[in-house]
């Protein structure tokens, strides 16, 4: 036609020759393969003994069945909020927004463990409190605590084989007392921890609760010092041991009854504590504990002031990763760490794609 012109080849590609198409070809091939190889171990299928995020939420799925929607651990659970006022005494140990002078909102949750969301409170019920910090600038801090004075075990292995020896016989509805002996015989770290857990009593409720934090993390601050740092939430409220009335209530729910009427008549705070490891504190042991004589930083205040079921948008659909970290908090050497948050993943990723239940615990029918 007229005005058209030949199309110029100067700046085509050259074709790809038969050995070039193969050789891009083998190279996408390798990445899928790795790809899908990657997805296959995470799932052990490798080595059906390895000891993977997949085949850990096996575990609990084993022991404590599969609720649709509930998270594998710690399944039975109450939204909370509120925000943390800092005093700006942390800020020498990190350069953590959340340590400067100032307000941050919260979003919490407390906890029983466990992955059965129905379970009924109890008196040695261990309870946990995950907190979600949202600074201004949008950094975010995650701790999942809980109000045991050491972890029961120090690696991932002995979580897991905690799990499976705790399963409960069919027939008595308890843990064989065979298969935990032989458990703490093969972890005596273990049964060193039990000891310390033991010694120290359970509270009434989760409002006059410590809550430790239990594993070692390094605080940097804003001249690049590293200090190794654990820490705590301890209540304002004073402690009282449960009384054999409280355990006696028919009320399935009766702690976090108690902790919803208990925020209805005001707001319940904590302070959070901050503990600094000396040379020589264990930072890769959560079963050993740091002498009492190490120092104290008062950092400031949690108040909690709103309670809720967990629905769309709130608690629920936090994952209460203890490496989601600002600036300023670096994960120690403590195997559990990762251990824990390749496992939290694996939950959230499985109850993300499921029906949701409604929640066991339902804030709106308790008198006020």
């Given at each position: 036609?007229?005005?058209?012109?030949?199309?110029?080849?100067?700046?085509?590609?050259?074709?790809?020759?038969?050995?070039?198409?193969?050789?891009?070809?083998?190279?996408?091939?390798?990445?899928?393969?790795?790809?899908?190889?990657?997805?296959?171990?995470?799932?052990?299928?490798?080595?059906?003994?390895e000891l993977t995020p997949a085949r850990f939420v096996n575990g609990f799925e084993?022991?404590?069945?599969?609720?649709?929607?509930?998270?594998?651990?710690?399944?039975?659970?109450?939204?909370?909020?509120?925000?943390?006022?800092?005093?700006?005494?942390?800020?020498?140990?990190?350069?953590?927004?959340?340590?400067?002078?100032?307000?941050?909102?919260?979003?919490?949750?407390?906890?029983?463990?466990?992955?059965?969301?129905?379970?009924?409170?109890?008196?040695?019920?261990?309870?946990?409190?995950?907190?979600?910090?949202?600074?201004?600038?949008?950094?975010?801090?995650?701790?999942?605590?809980?109000?045991?004075?050491?972890?029961?075990?120090?690696?991932?292995?002995?979580?897991?084989?905690?799990?499976?020896a705790s399963k409960p016989d069919p027939a008595t509805g308890k843990p064989d007392?065979?298969?935990?002996?032989?458990?703490?015989?093969?972890?005596?770290?273990?049964?060193?921890?039990?000891?310390?857990?033991?010694?120290?009593?359970?509270?009434?409720?989760?409002?006059?609760?410590?809550?430790?934090?239990?594993n070692a993390f390094r605080f940097i601050n804003a001249a690049d010092v590293s200090?190794?740092?654990?820490?705590?939430?301890?209540?304002?409220?004073?402690?009282?041991?449960?009384?054999?009335?409280?355990?006696?209530?028919?009320?399935?729910?009766?702690?976090?009854?108690?902790?919803?009427?208990?925020?209805?008549?005001?707001?319940?705070?904590?302070?959070?504590?901050?503990?600094?490891?000396?040379?020589?504190?264990?930072?890769?042991?959560?079963?050993?504990?740091?002498?009492?004589?190490?120092?104290?930083?008062?950092?400031?205040?949690?108040?909690?002031?709103?309670?809720?079921?967990?629905?769309?948008?709130?608690?629920?659909?936090?994952?209460?990763?203890?490496?989601?970290?600002?600036?300023?908090?670096?994960?120690?050497?403590?195997?559990?760490?990762?251990?824990?948050?390749?496992?939290?993943?694996?939950?959230?990723?499985?109850?993300?794609?499921?029906?949701?239940?409604?929640?066991?615990?339902?804030?709106?029918?308790?008198?006020?």
């Open positions: 036609m007229p005005g058209d012109a030949t199309p110029s080849t100067e700046n085509q590609p050259a074709p790809l020759s038969v050995s070039n198409t193969l050789a891009r070809l083998a190279g996408i091939g390798v990445v899928i393969l790795c790809v899908v190889a990657g997805f296959l171990y995470l799932g052990g299928w490798f080595n059906p003994h084993e022991v404590f069945g599969i609720h649709s929607g509930f998270r594998r651990n710690h399944a039975k659970g109450m939204c909370v909020t509120g925000y943390f006022d800092s005093n700006g005494q942390g800020a020498r140990l990190s350069k953590a927004v959340v340590f400067q002078t100032g307000r941050v909102p919260v979003i919490g949750r407390f906890s029983l463990p466990g992955g059965n969301p129905f379970v009924s409170d109890s008196p040695a019920s261990v309870r946990g409190m995950g907190l979600d910090f949202t600074a201004g600038n949008g950094e975010e801090w995650r701790t999942a605590m809980v109000d045991i004075p050491v972890f029961a075990v120090s690696t991932a292995q002995g979580f897991y084989d905690q799990l499976l007392p065979e298969r935990l002996k032989a458990f703490f015989a093969a972890h005596p770290e273990s049964a060193r921890a039990l000891t310390i857990i033991k010694a120290k009593p359970f509270s009434s409720g989760f409002d006059n609760s410590t809550f430790n934090g239990l200090t190794p740092v654990r820490w705590s939430m301890v209540p304002t409220d004073a402690f009282k041991p449960e009384d054999t009335a409280q355990s006696a209530n028919p009320d399935k729910n009766y702690l976090f009854d108690d902790f919803i009427a208990r925020v209805h008549s005001g707001p319940v705070q904590w302070r959070l504590i901050l503990t600094v490891g000396q040379p020589g504190d264990p930072s890769d042991d959560a079963t050993i504990p740091w002498p009492e004589d190490r120092e104290h930083v008062d950092a400031g205040t949690l108040t909690l002031d709103q309670v809720e079921a967990e629905a769309p948008g709130n608690c629920r659909d936090i994952n209460y990763d203890p490496l989601v970290l600002p600036v300023g908090i670096a994960p120690s050497d403590d195997p559990l760490l990762s251990a824990r948050s390749a496992v939290y993943s694996q939950s959230f990723t499985r109850r993300a794609g499921e029906t949701k239940e409604p929640s066991a615990i339902t804030p709106s029918e308790v008198q006020k």
